[in-house]
């Protein structure tokens, strides 16, 4: 295992110092805490916040700031953050109107956000949230039951984020995300598996000439594993399979997000973007949002995922309304 660390047990503390001090302007480290917070000024509107195991970066703390996330919780690698750091974080950033939290789909981030909710409301603190489930490769996998939550939260961040920013209610936003996550599909595929600092070996691998399609965020299997293919052969199976997941009788109007698993370069992603461009187009879609980089990465996993958004017309002014955060 090469890595650019120091003790393997202290990575994610280490690299949220760091990332506090880098990015002072907009975020700061809550004292004690695994918790990213902005530093935009309170206003009284409804908080939003996310988190996770480390080893997404620059999920989610990356998204920490005005428009998108008022805080991030950050576990340590592949696991869960506790309820008292979750509940820690609802405290730090209610301003009064509530705080809605953004869960992806697995059994311990499902129980330690309730837990922490329960804590909360047992403050007087209203509560509300939404479970992201936008990963079609496979309906049960290991940590979850049902489809598992990948880089379609990020989107959920930032729709749900402009919301809030315009003052929309907790009821309101509960309401926008539960409409919002069901039009949210994932794919991806690897070319190599992650490595755990604490575990120094990848989570699996792949020889030289294989991929597998459809894995998971923390190494889980997909449901393909073959020879590796061109790039326009990789974007038909993917973009296939979520053209084919979606109704699109009325509504043609999409969004797409190309994601970088952690070790895959940007000209990869390009040649990718391209000979997806040549799928949605022959579909009749009508591409209205498309963004591409490393937003919900596996550590150095090899490989990326496509997000396929079927979109409303506010949403896409909610995709594209200004931010101030790390990675958006």
């Not at 509940?87 to 209610?94: F, M, R, T």
Request: aromatic fraction near 6%; glycine fraction near 10%; hydrophobic fraction near 45%.
């Amino acid at each position: 295992m090469k890595k650019i660390i120091n003790a393997p047990e202290n990575v994610v503390t280490e690299m949220l110092d760091g990332l506090a001090y880098m990015h002072k302007d907009l975020v700061y480290r809550v004292k004690d805490h695994d918790i990213i917070a902005r530093k935009a000024e309170k206003s009284g509107k409804v908080a939003i916040i996310s988190g996770g195991g480390s080893g997404h970066e620059p999920s989610h703390a990356g998204f920490v700031g005005k428009g998108m996330l008022s805080a991030a919780i950050c576990g340590q690698v592949f696991t869960s953050p506790t309820p008292d750091q979750i509940l820690k974080a609802i405290q730090e950033v209610n301003e009064g109107a509530g705080v809605f939290m953004v869960i992806k789909n697995y059994s311990g981030d499902i129980m330690n956000f309730e837990m922490a909710q329960e804590l909360a409301e047992m403050e007087g603190i209203e509560v509300a949230s939404v479970v992201v489930d936008d990963d079609i490769a496979v309906e049960d996998s290991l940590y979850t039951q049902g489809r598992r939550g990948v880089a379609g939260t990020v989107l959920v961040h930032k729709i749900l984020g402009a919301a809030a920013e315009e003052g929309k209610s907790l009821a309101d936003i509960k309401a926008l995300a539960d409409k919002l996550v069901p039009h949210i599909h994932t794919l991806g595929l690897a070319l190599s598996g992650a490595t755990v600092p604490e575990v120094g070996k990848p989570g699996f691998v792949l020889a030289e000439d294989e991929m597998e399609f459809g894995i998971g965020i923390h190494g889980e299997p997909g449901y393909r594993r073959e020879k590796l293919h061109e790039s326009k052969d990789l974007a038909k199976e993917l973009a296939d399979k979520l053209i084919s997941s979606f109704d699109f009788s009325s509504k043609k109007k999409v969004g797409i997000l190309v994601n970088g698993m952690g070790a895959t370069p940007l000209m990869e992603q390009y040649i990718f973007a391209n000979d997806v461009k040549a799928i949605l187009e022959a579909a009749g879609l009508d591409v209205s949002f498309k963004k591409i980089g490393n937003y919900m990465t596996s550590i150095d996993m090899a490989g990326l995922s496509l997000t396929l958004i079927q979109l409303e017309d506010e949403w896409v002014d909610a995709l594209k309304a200004p931010v101030e955060t790390i990675a958006w």
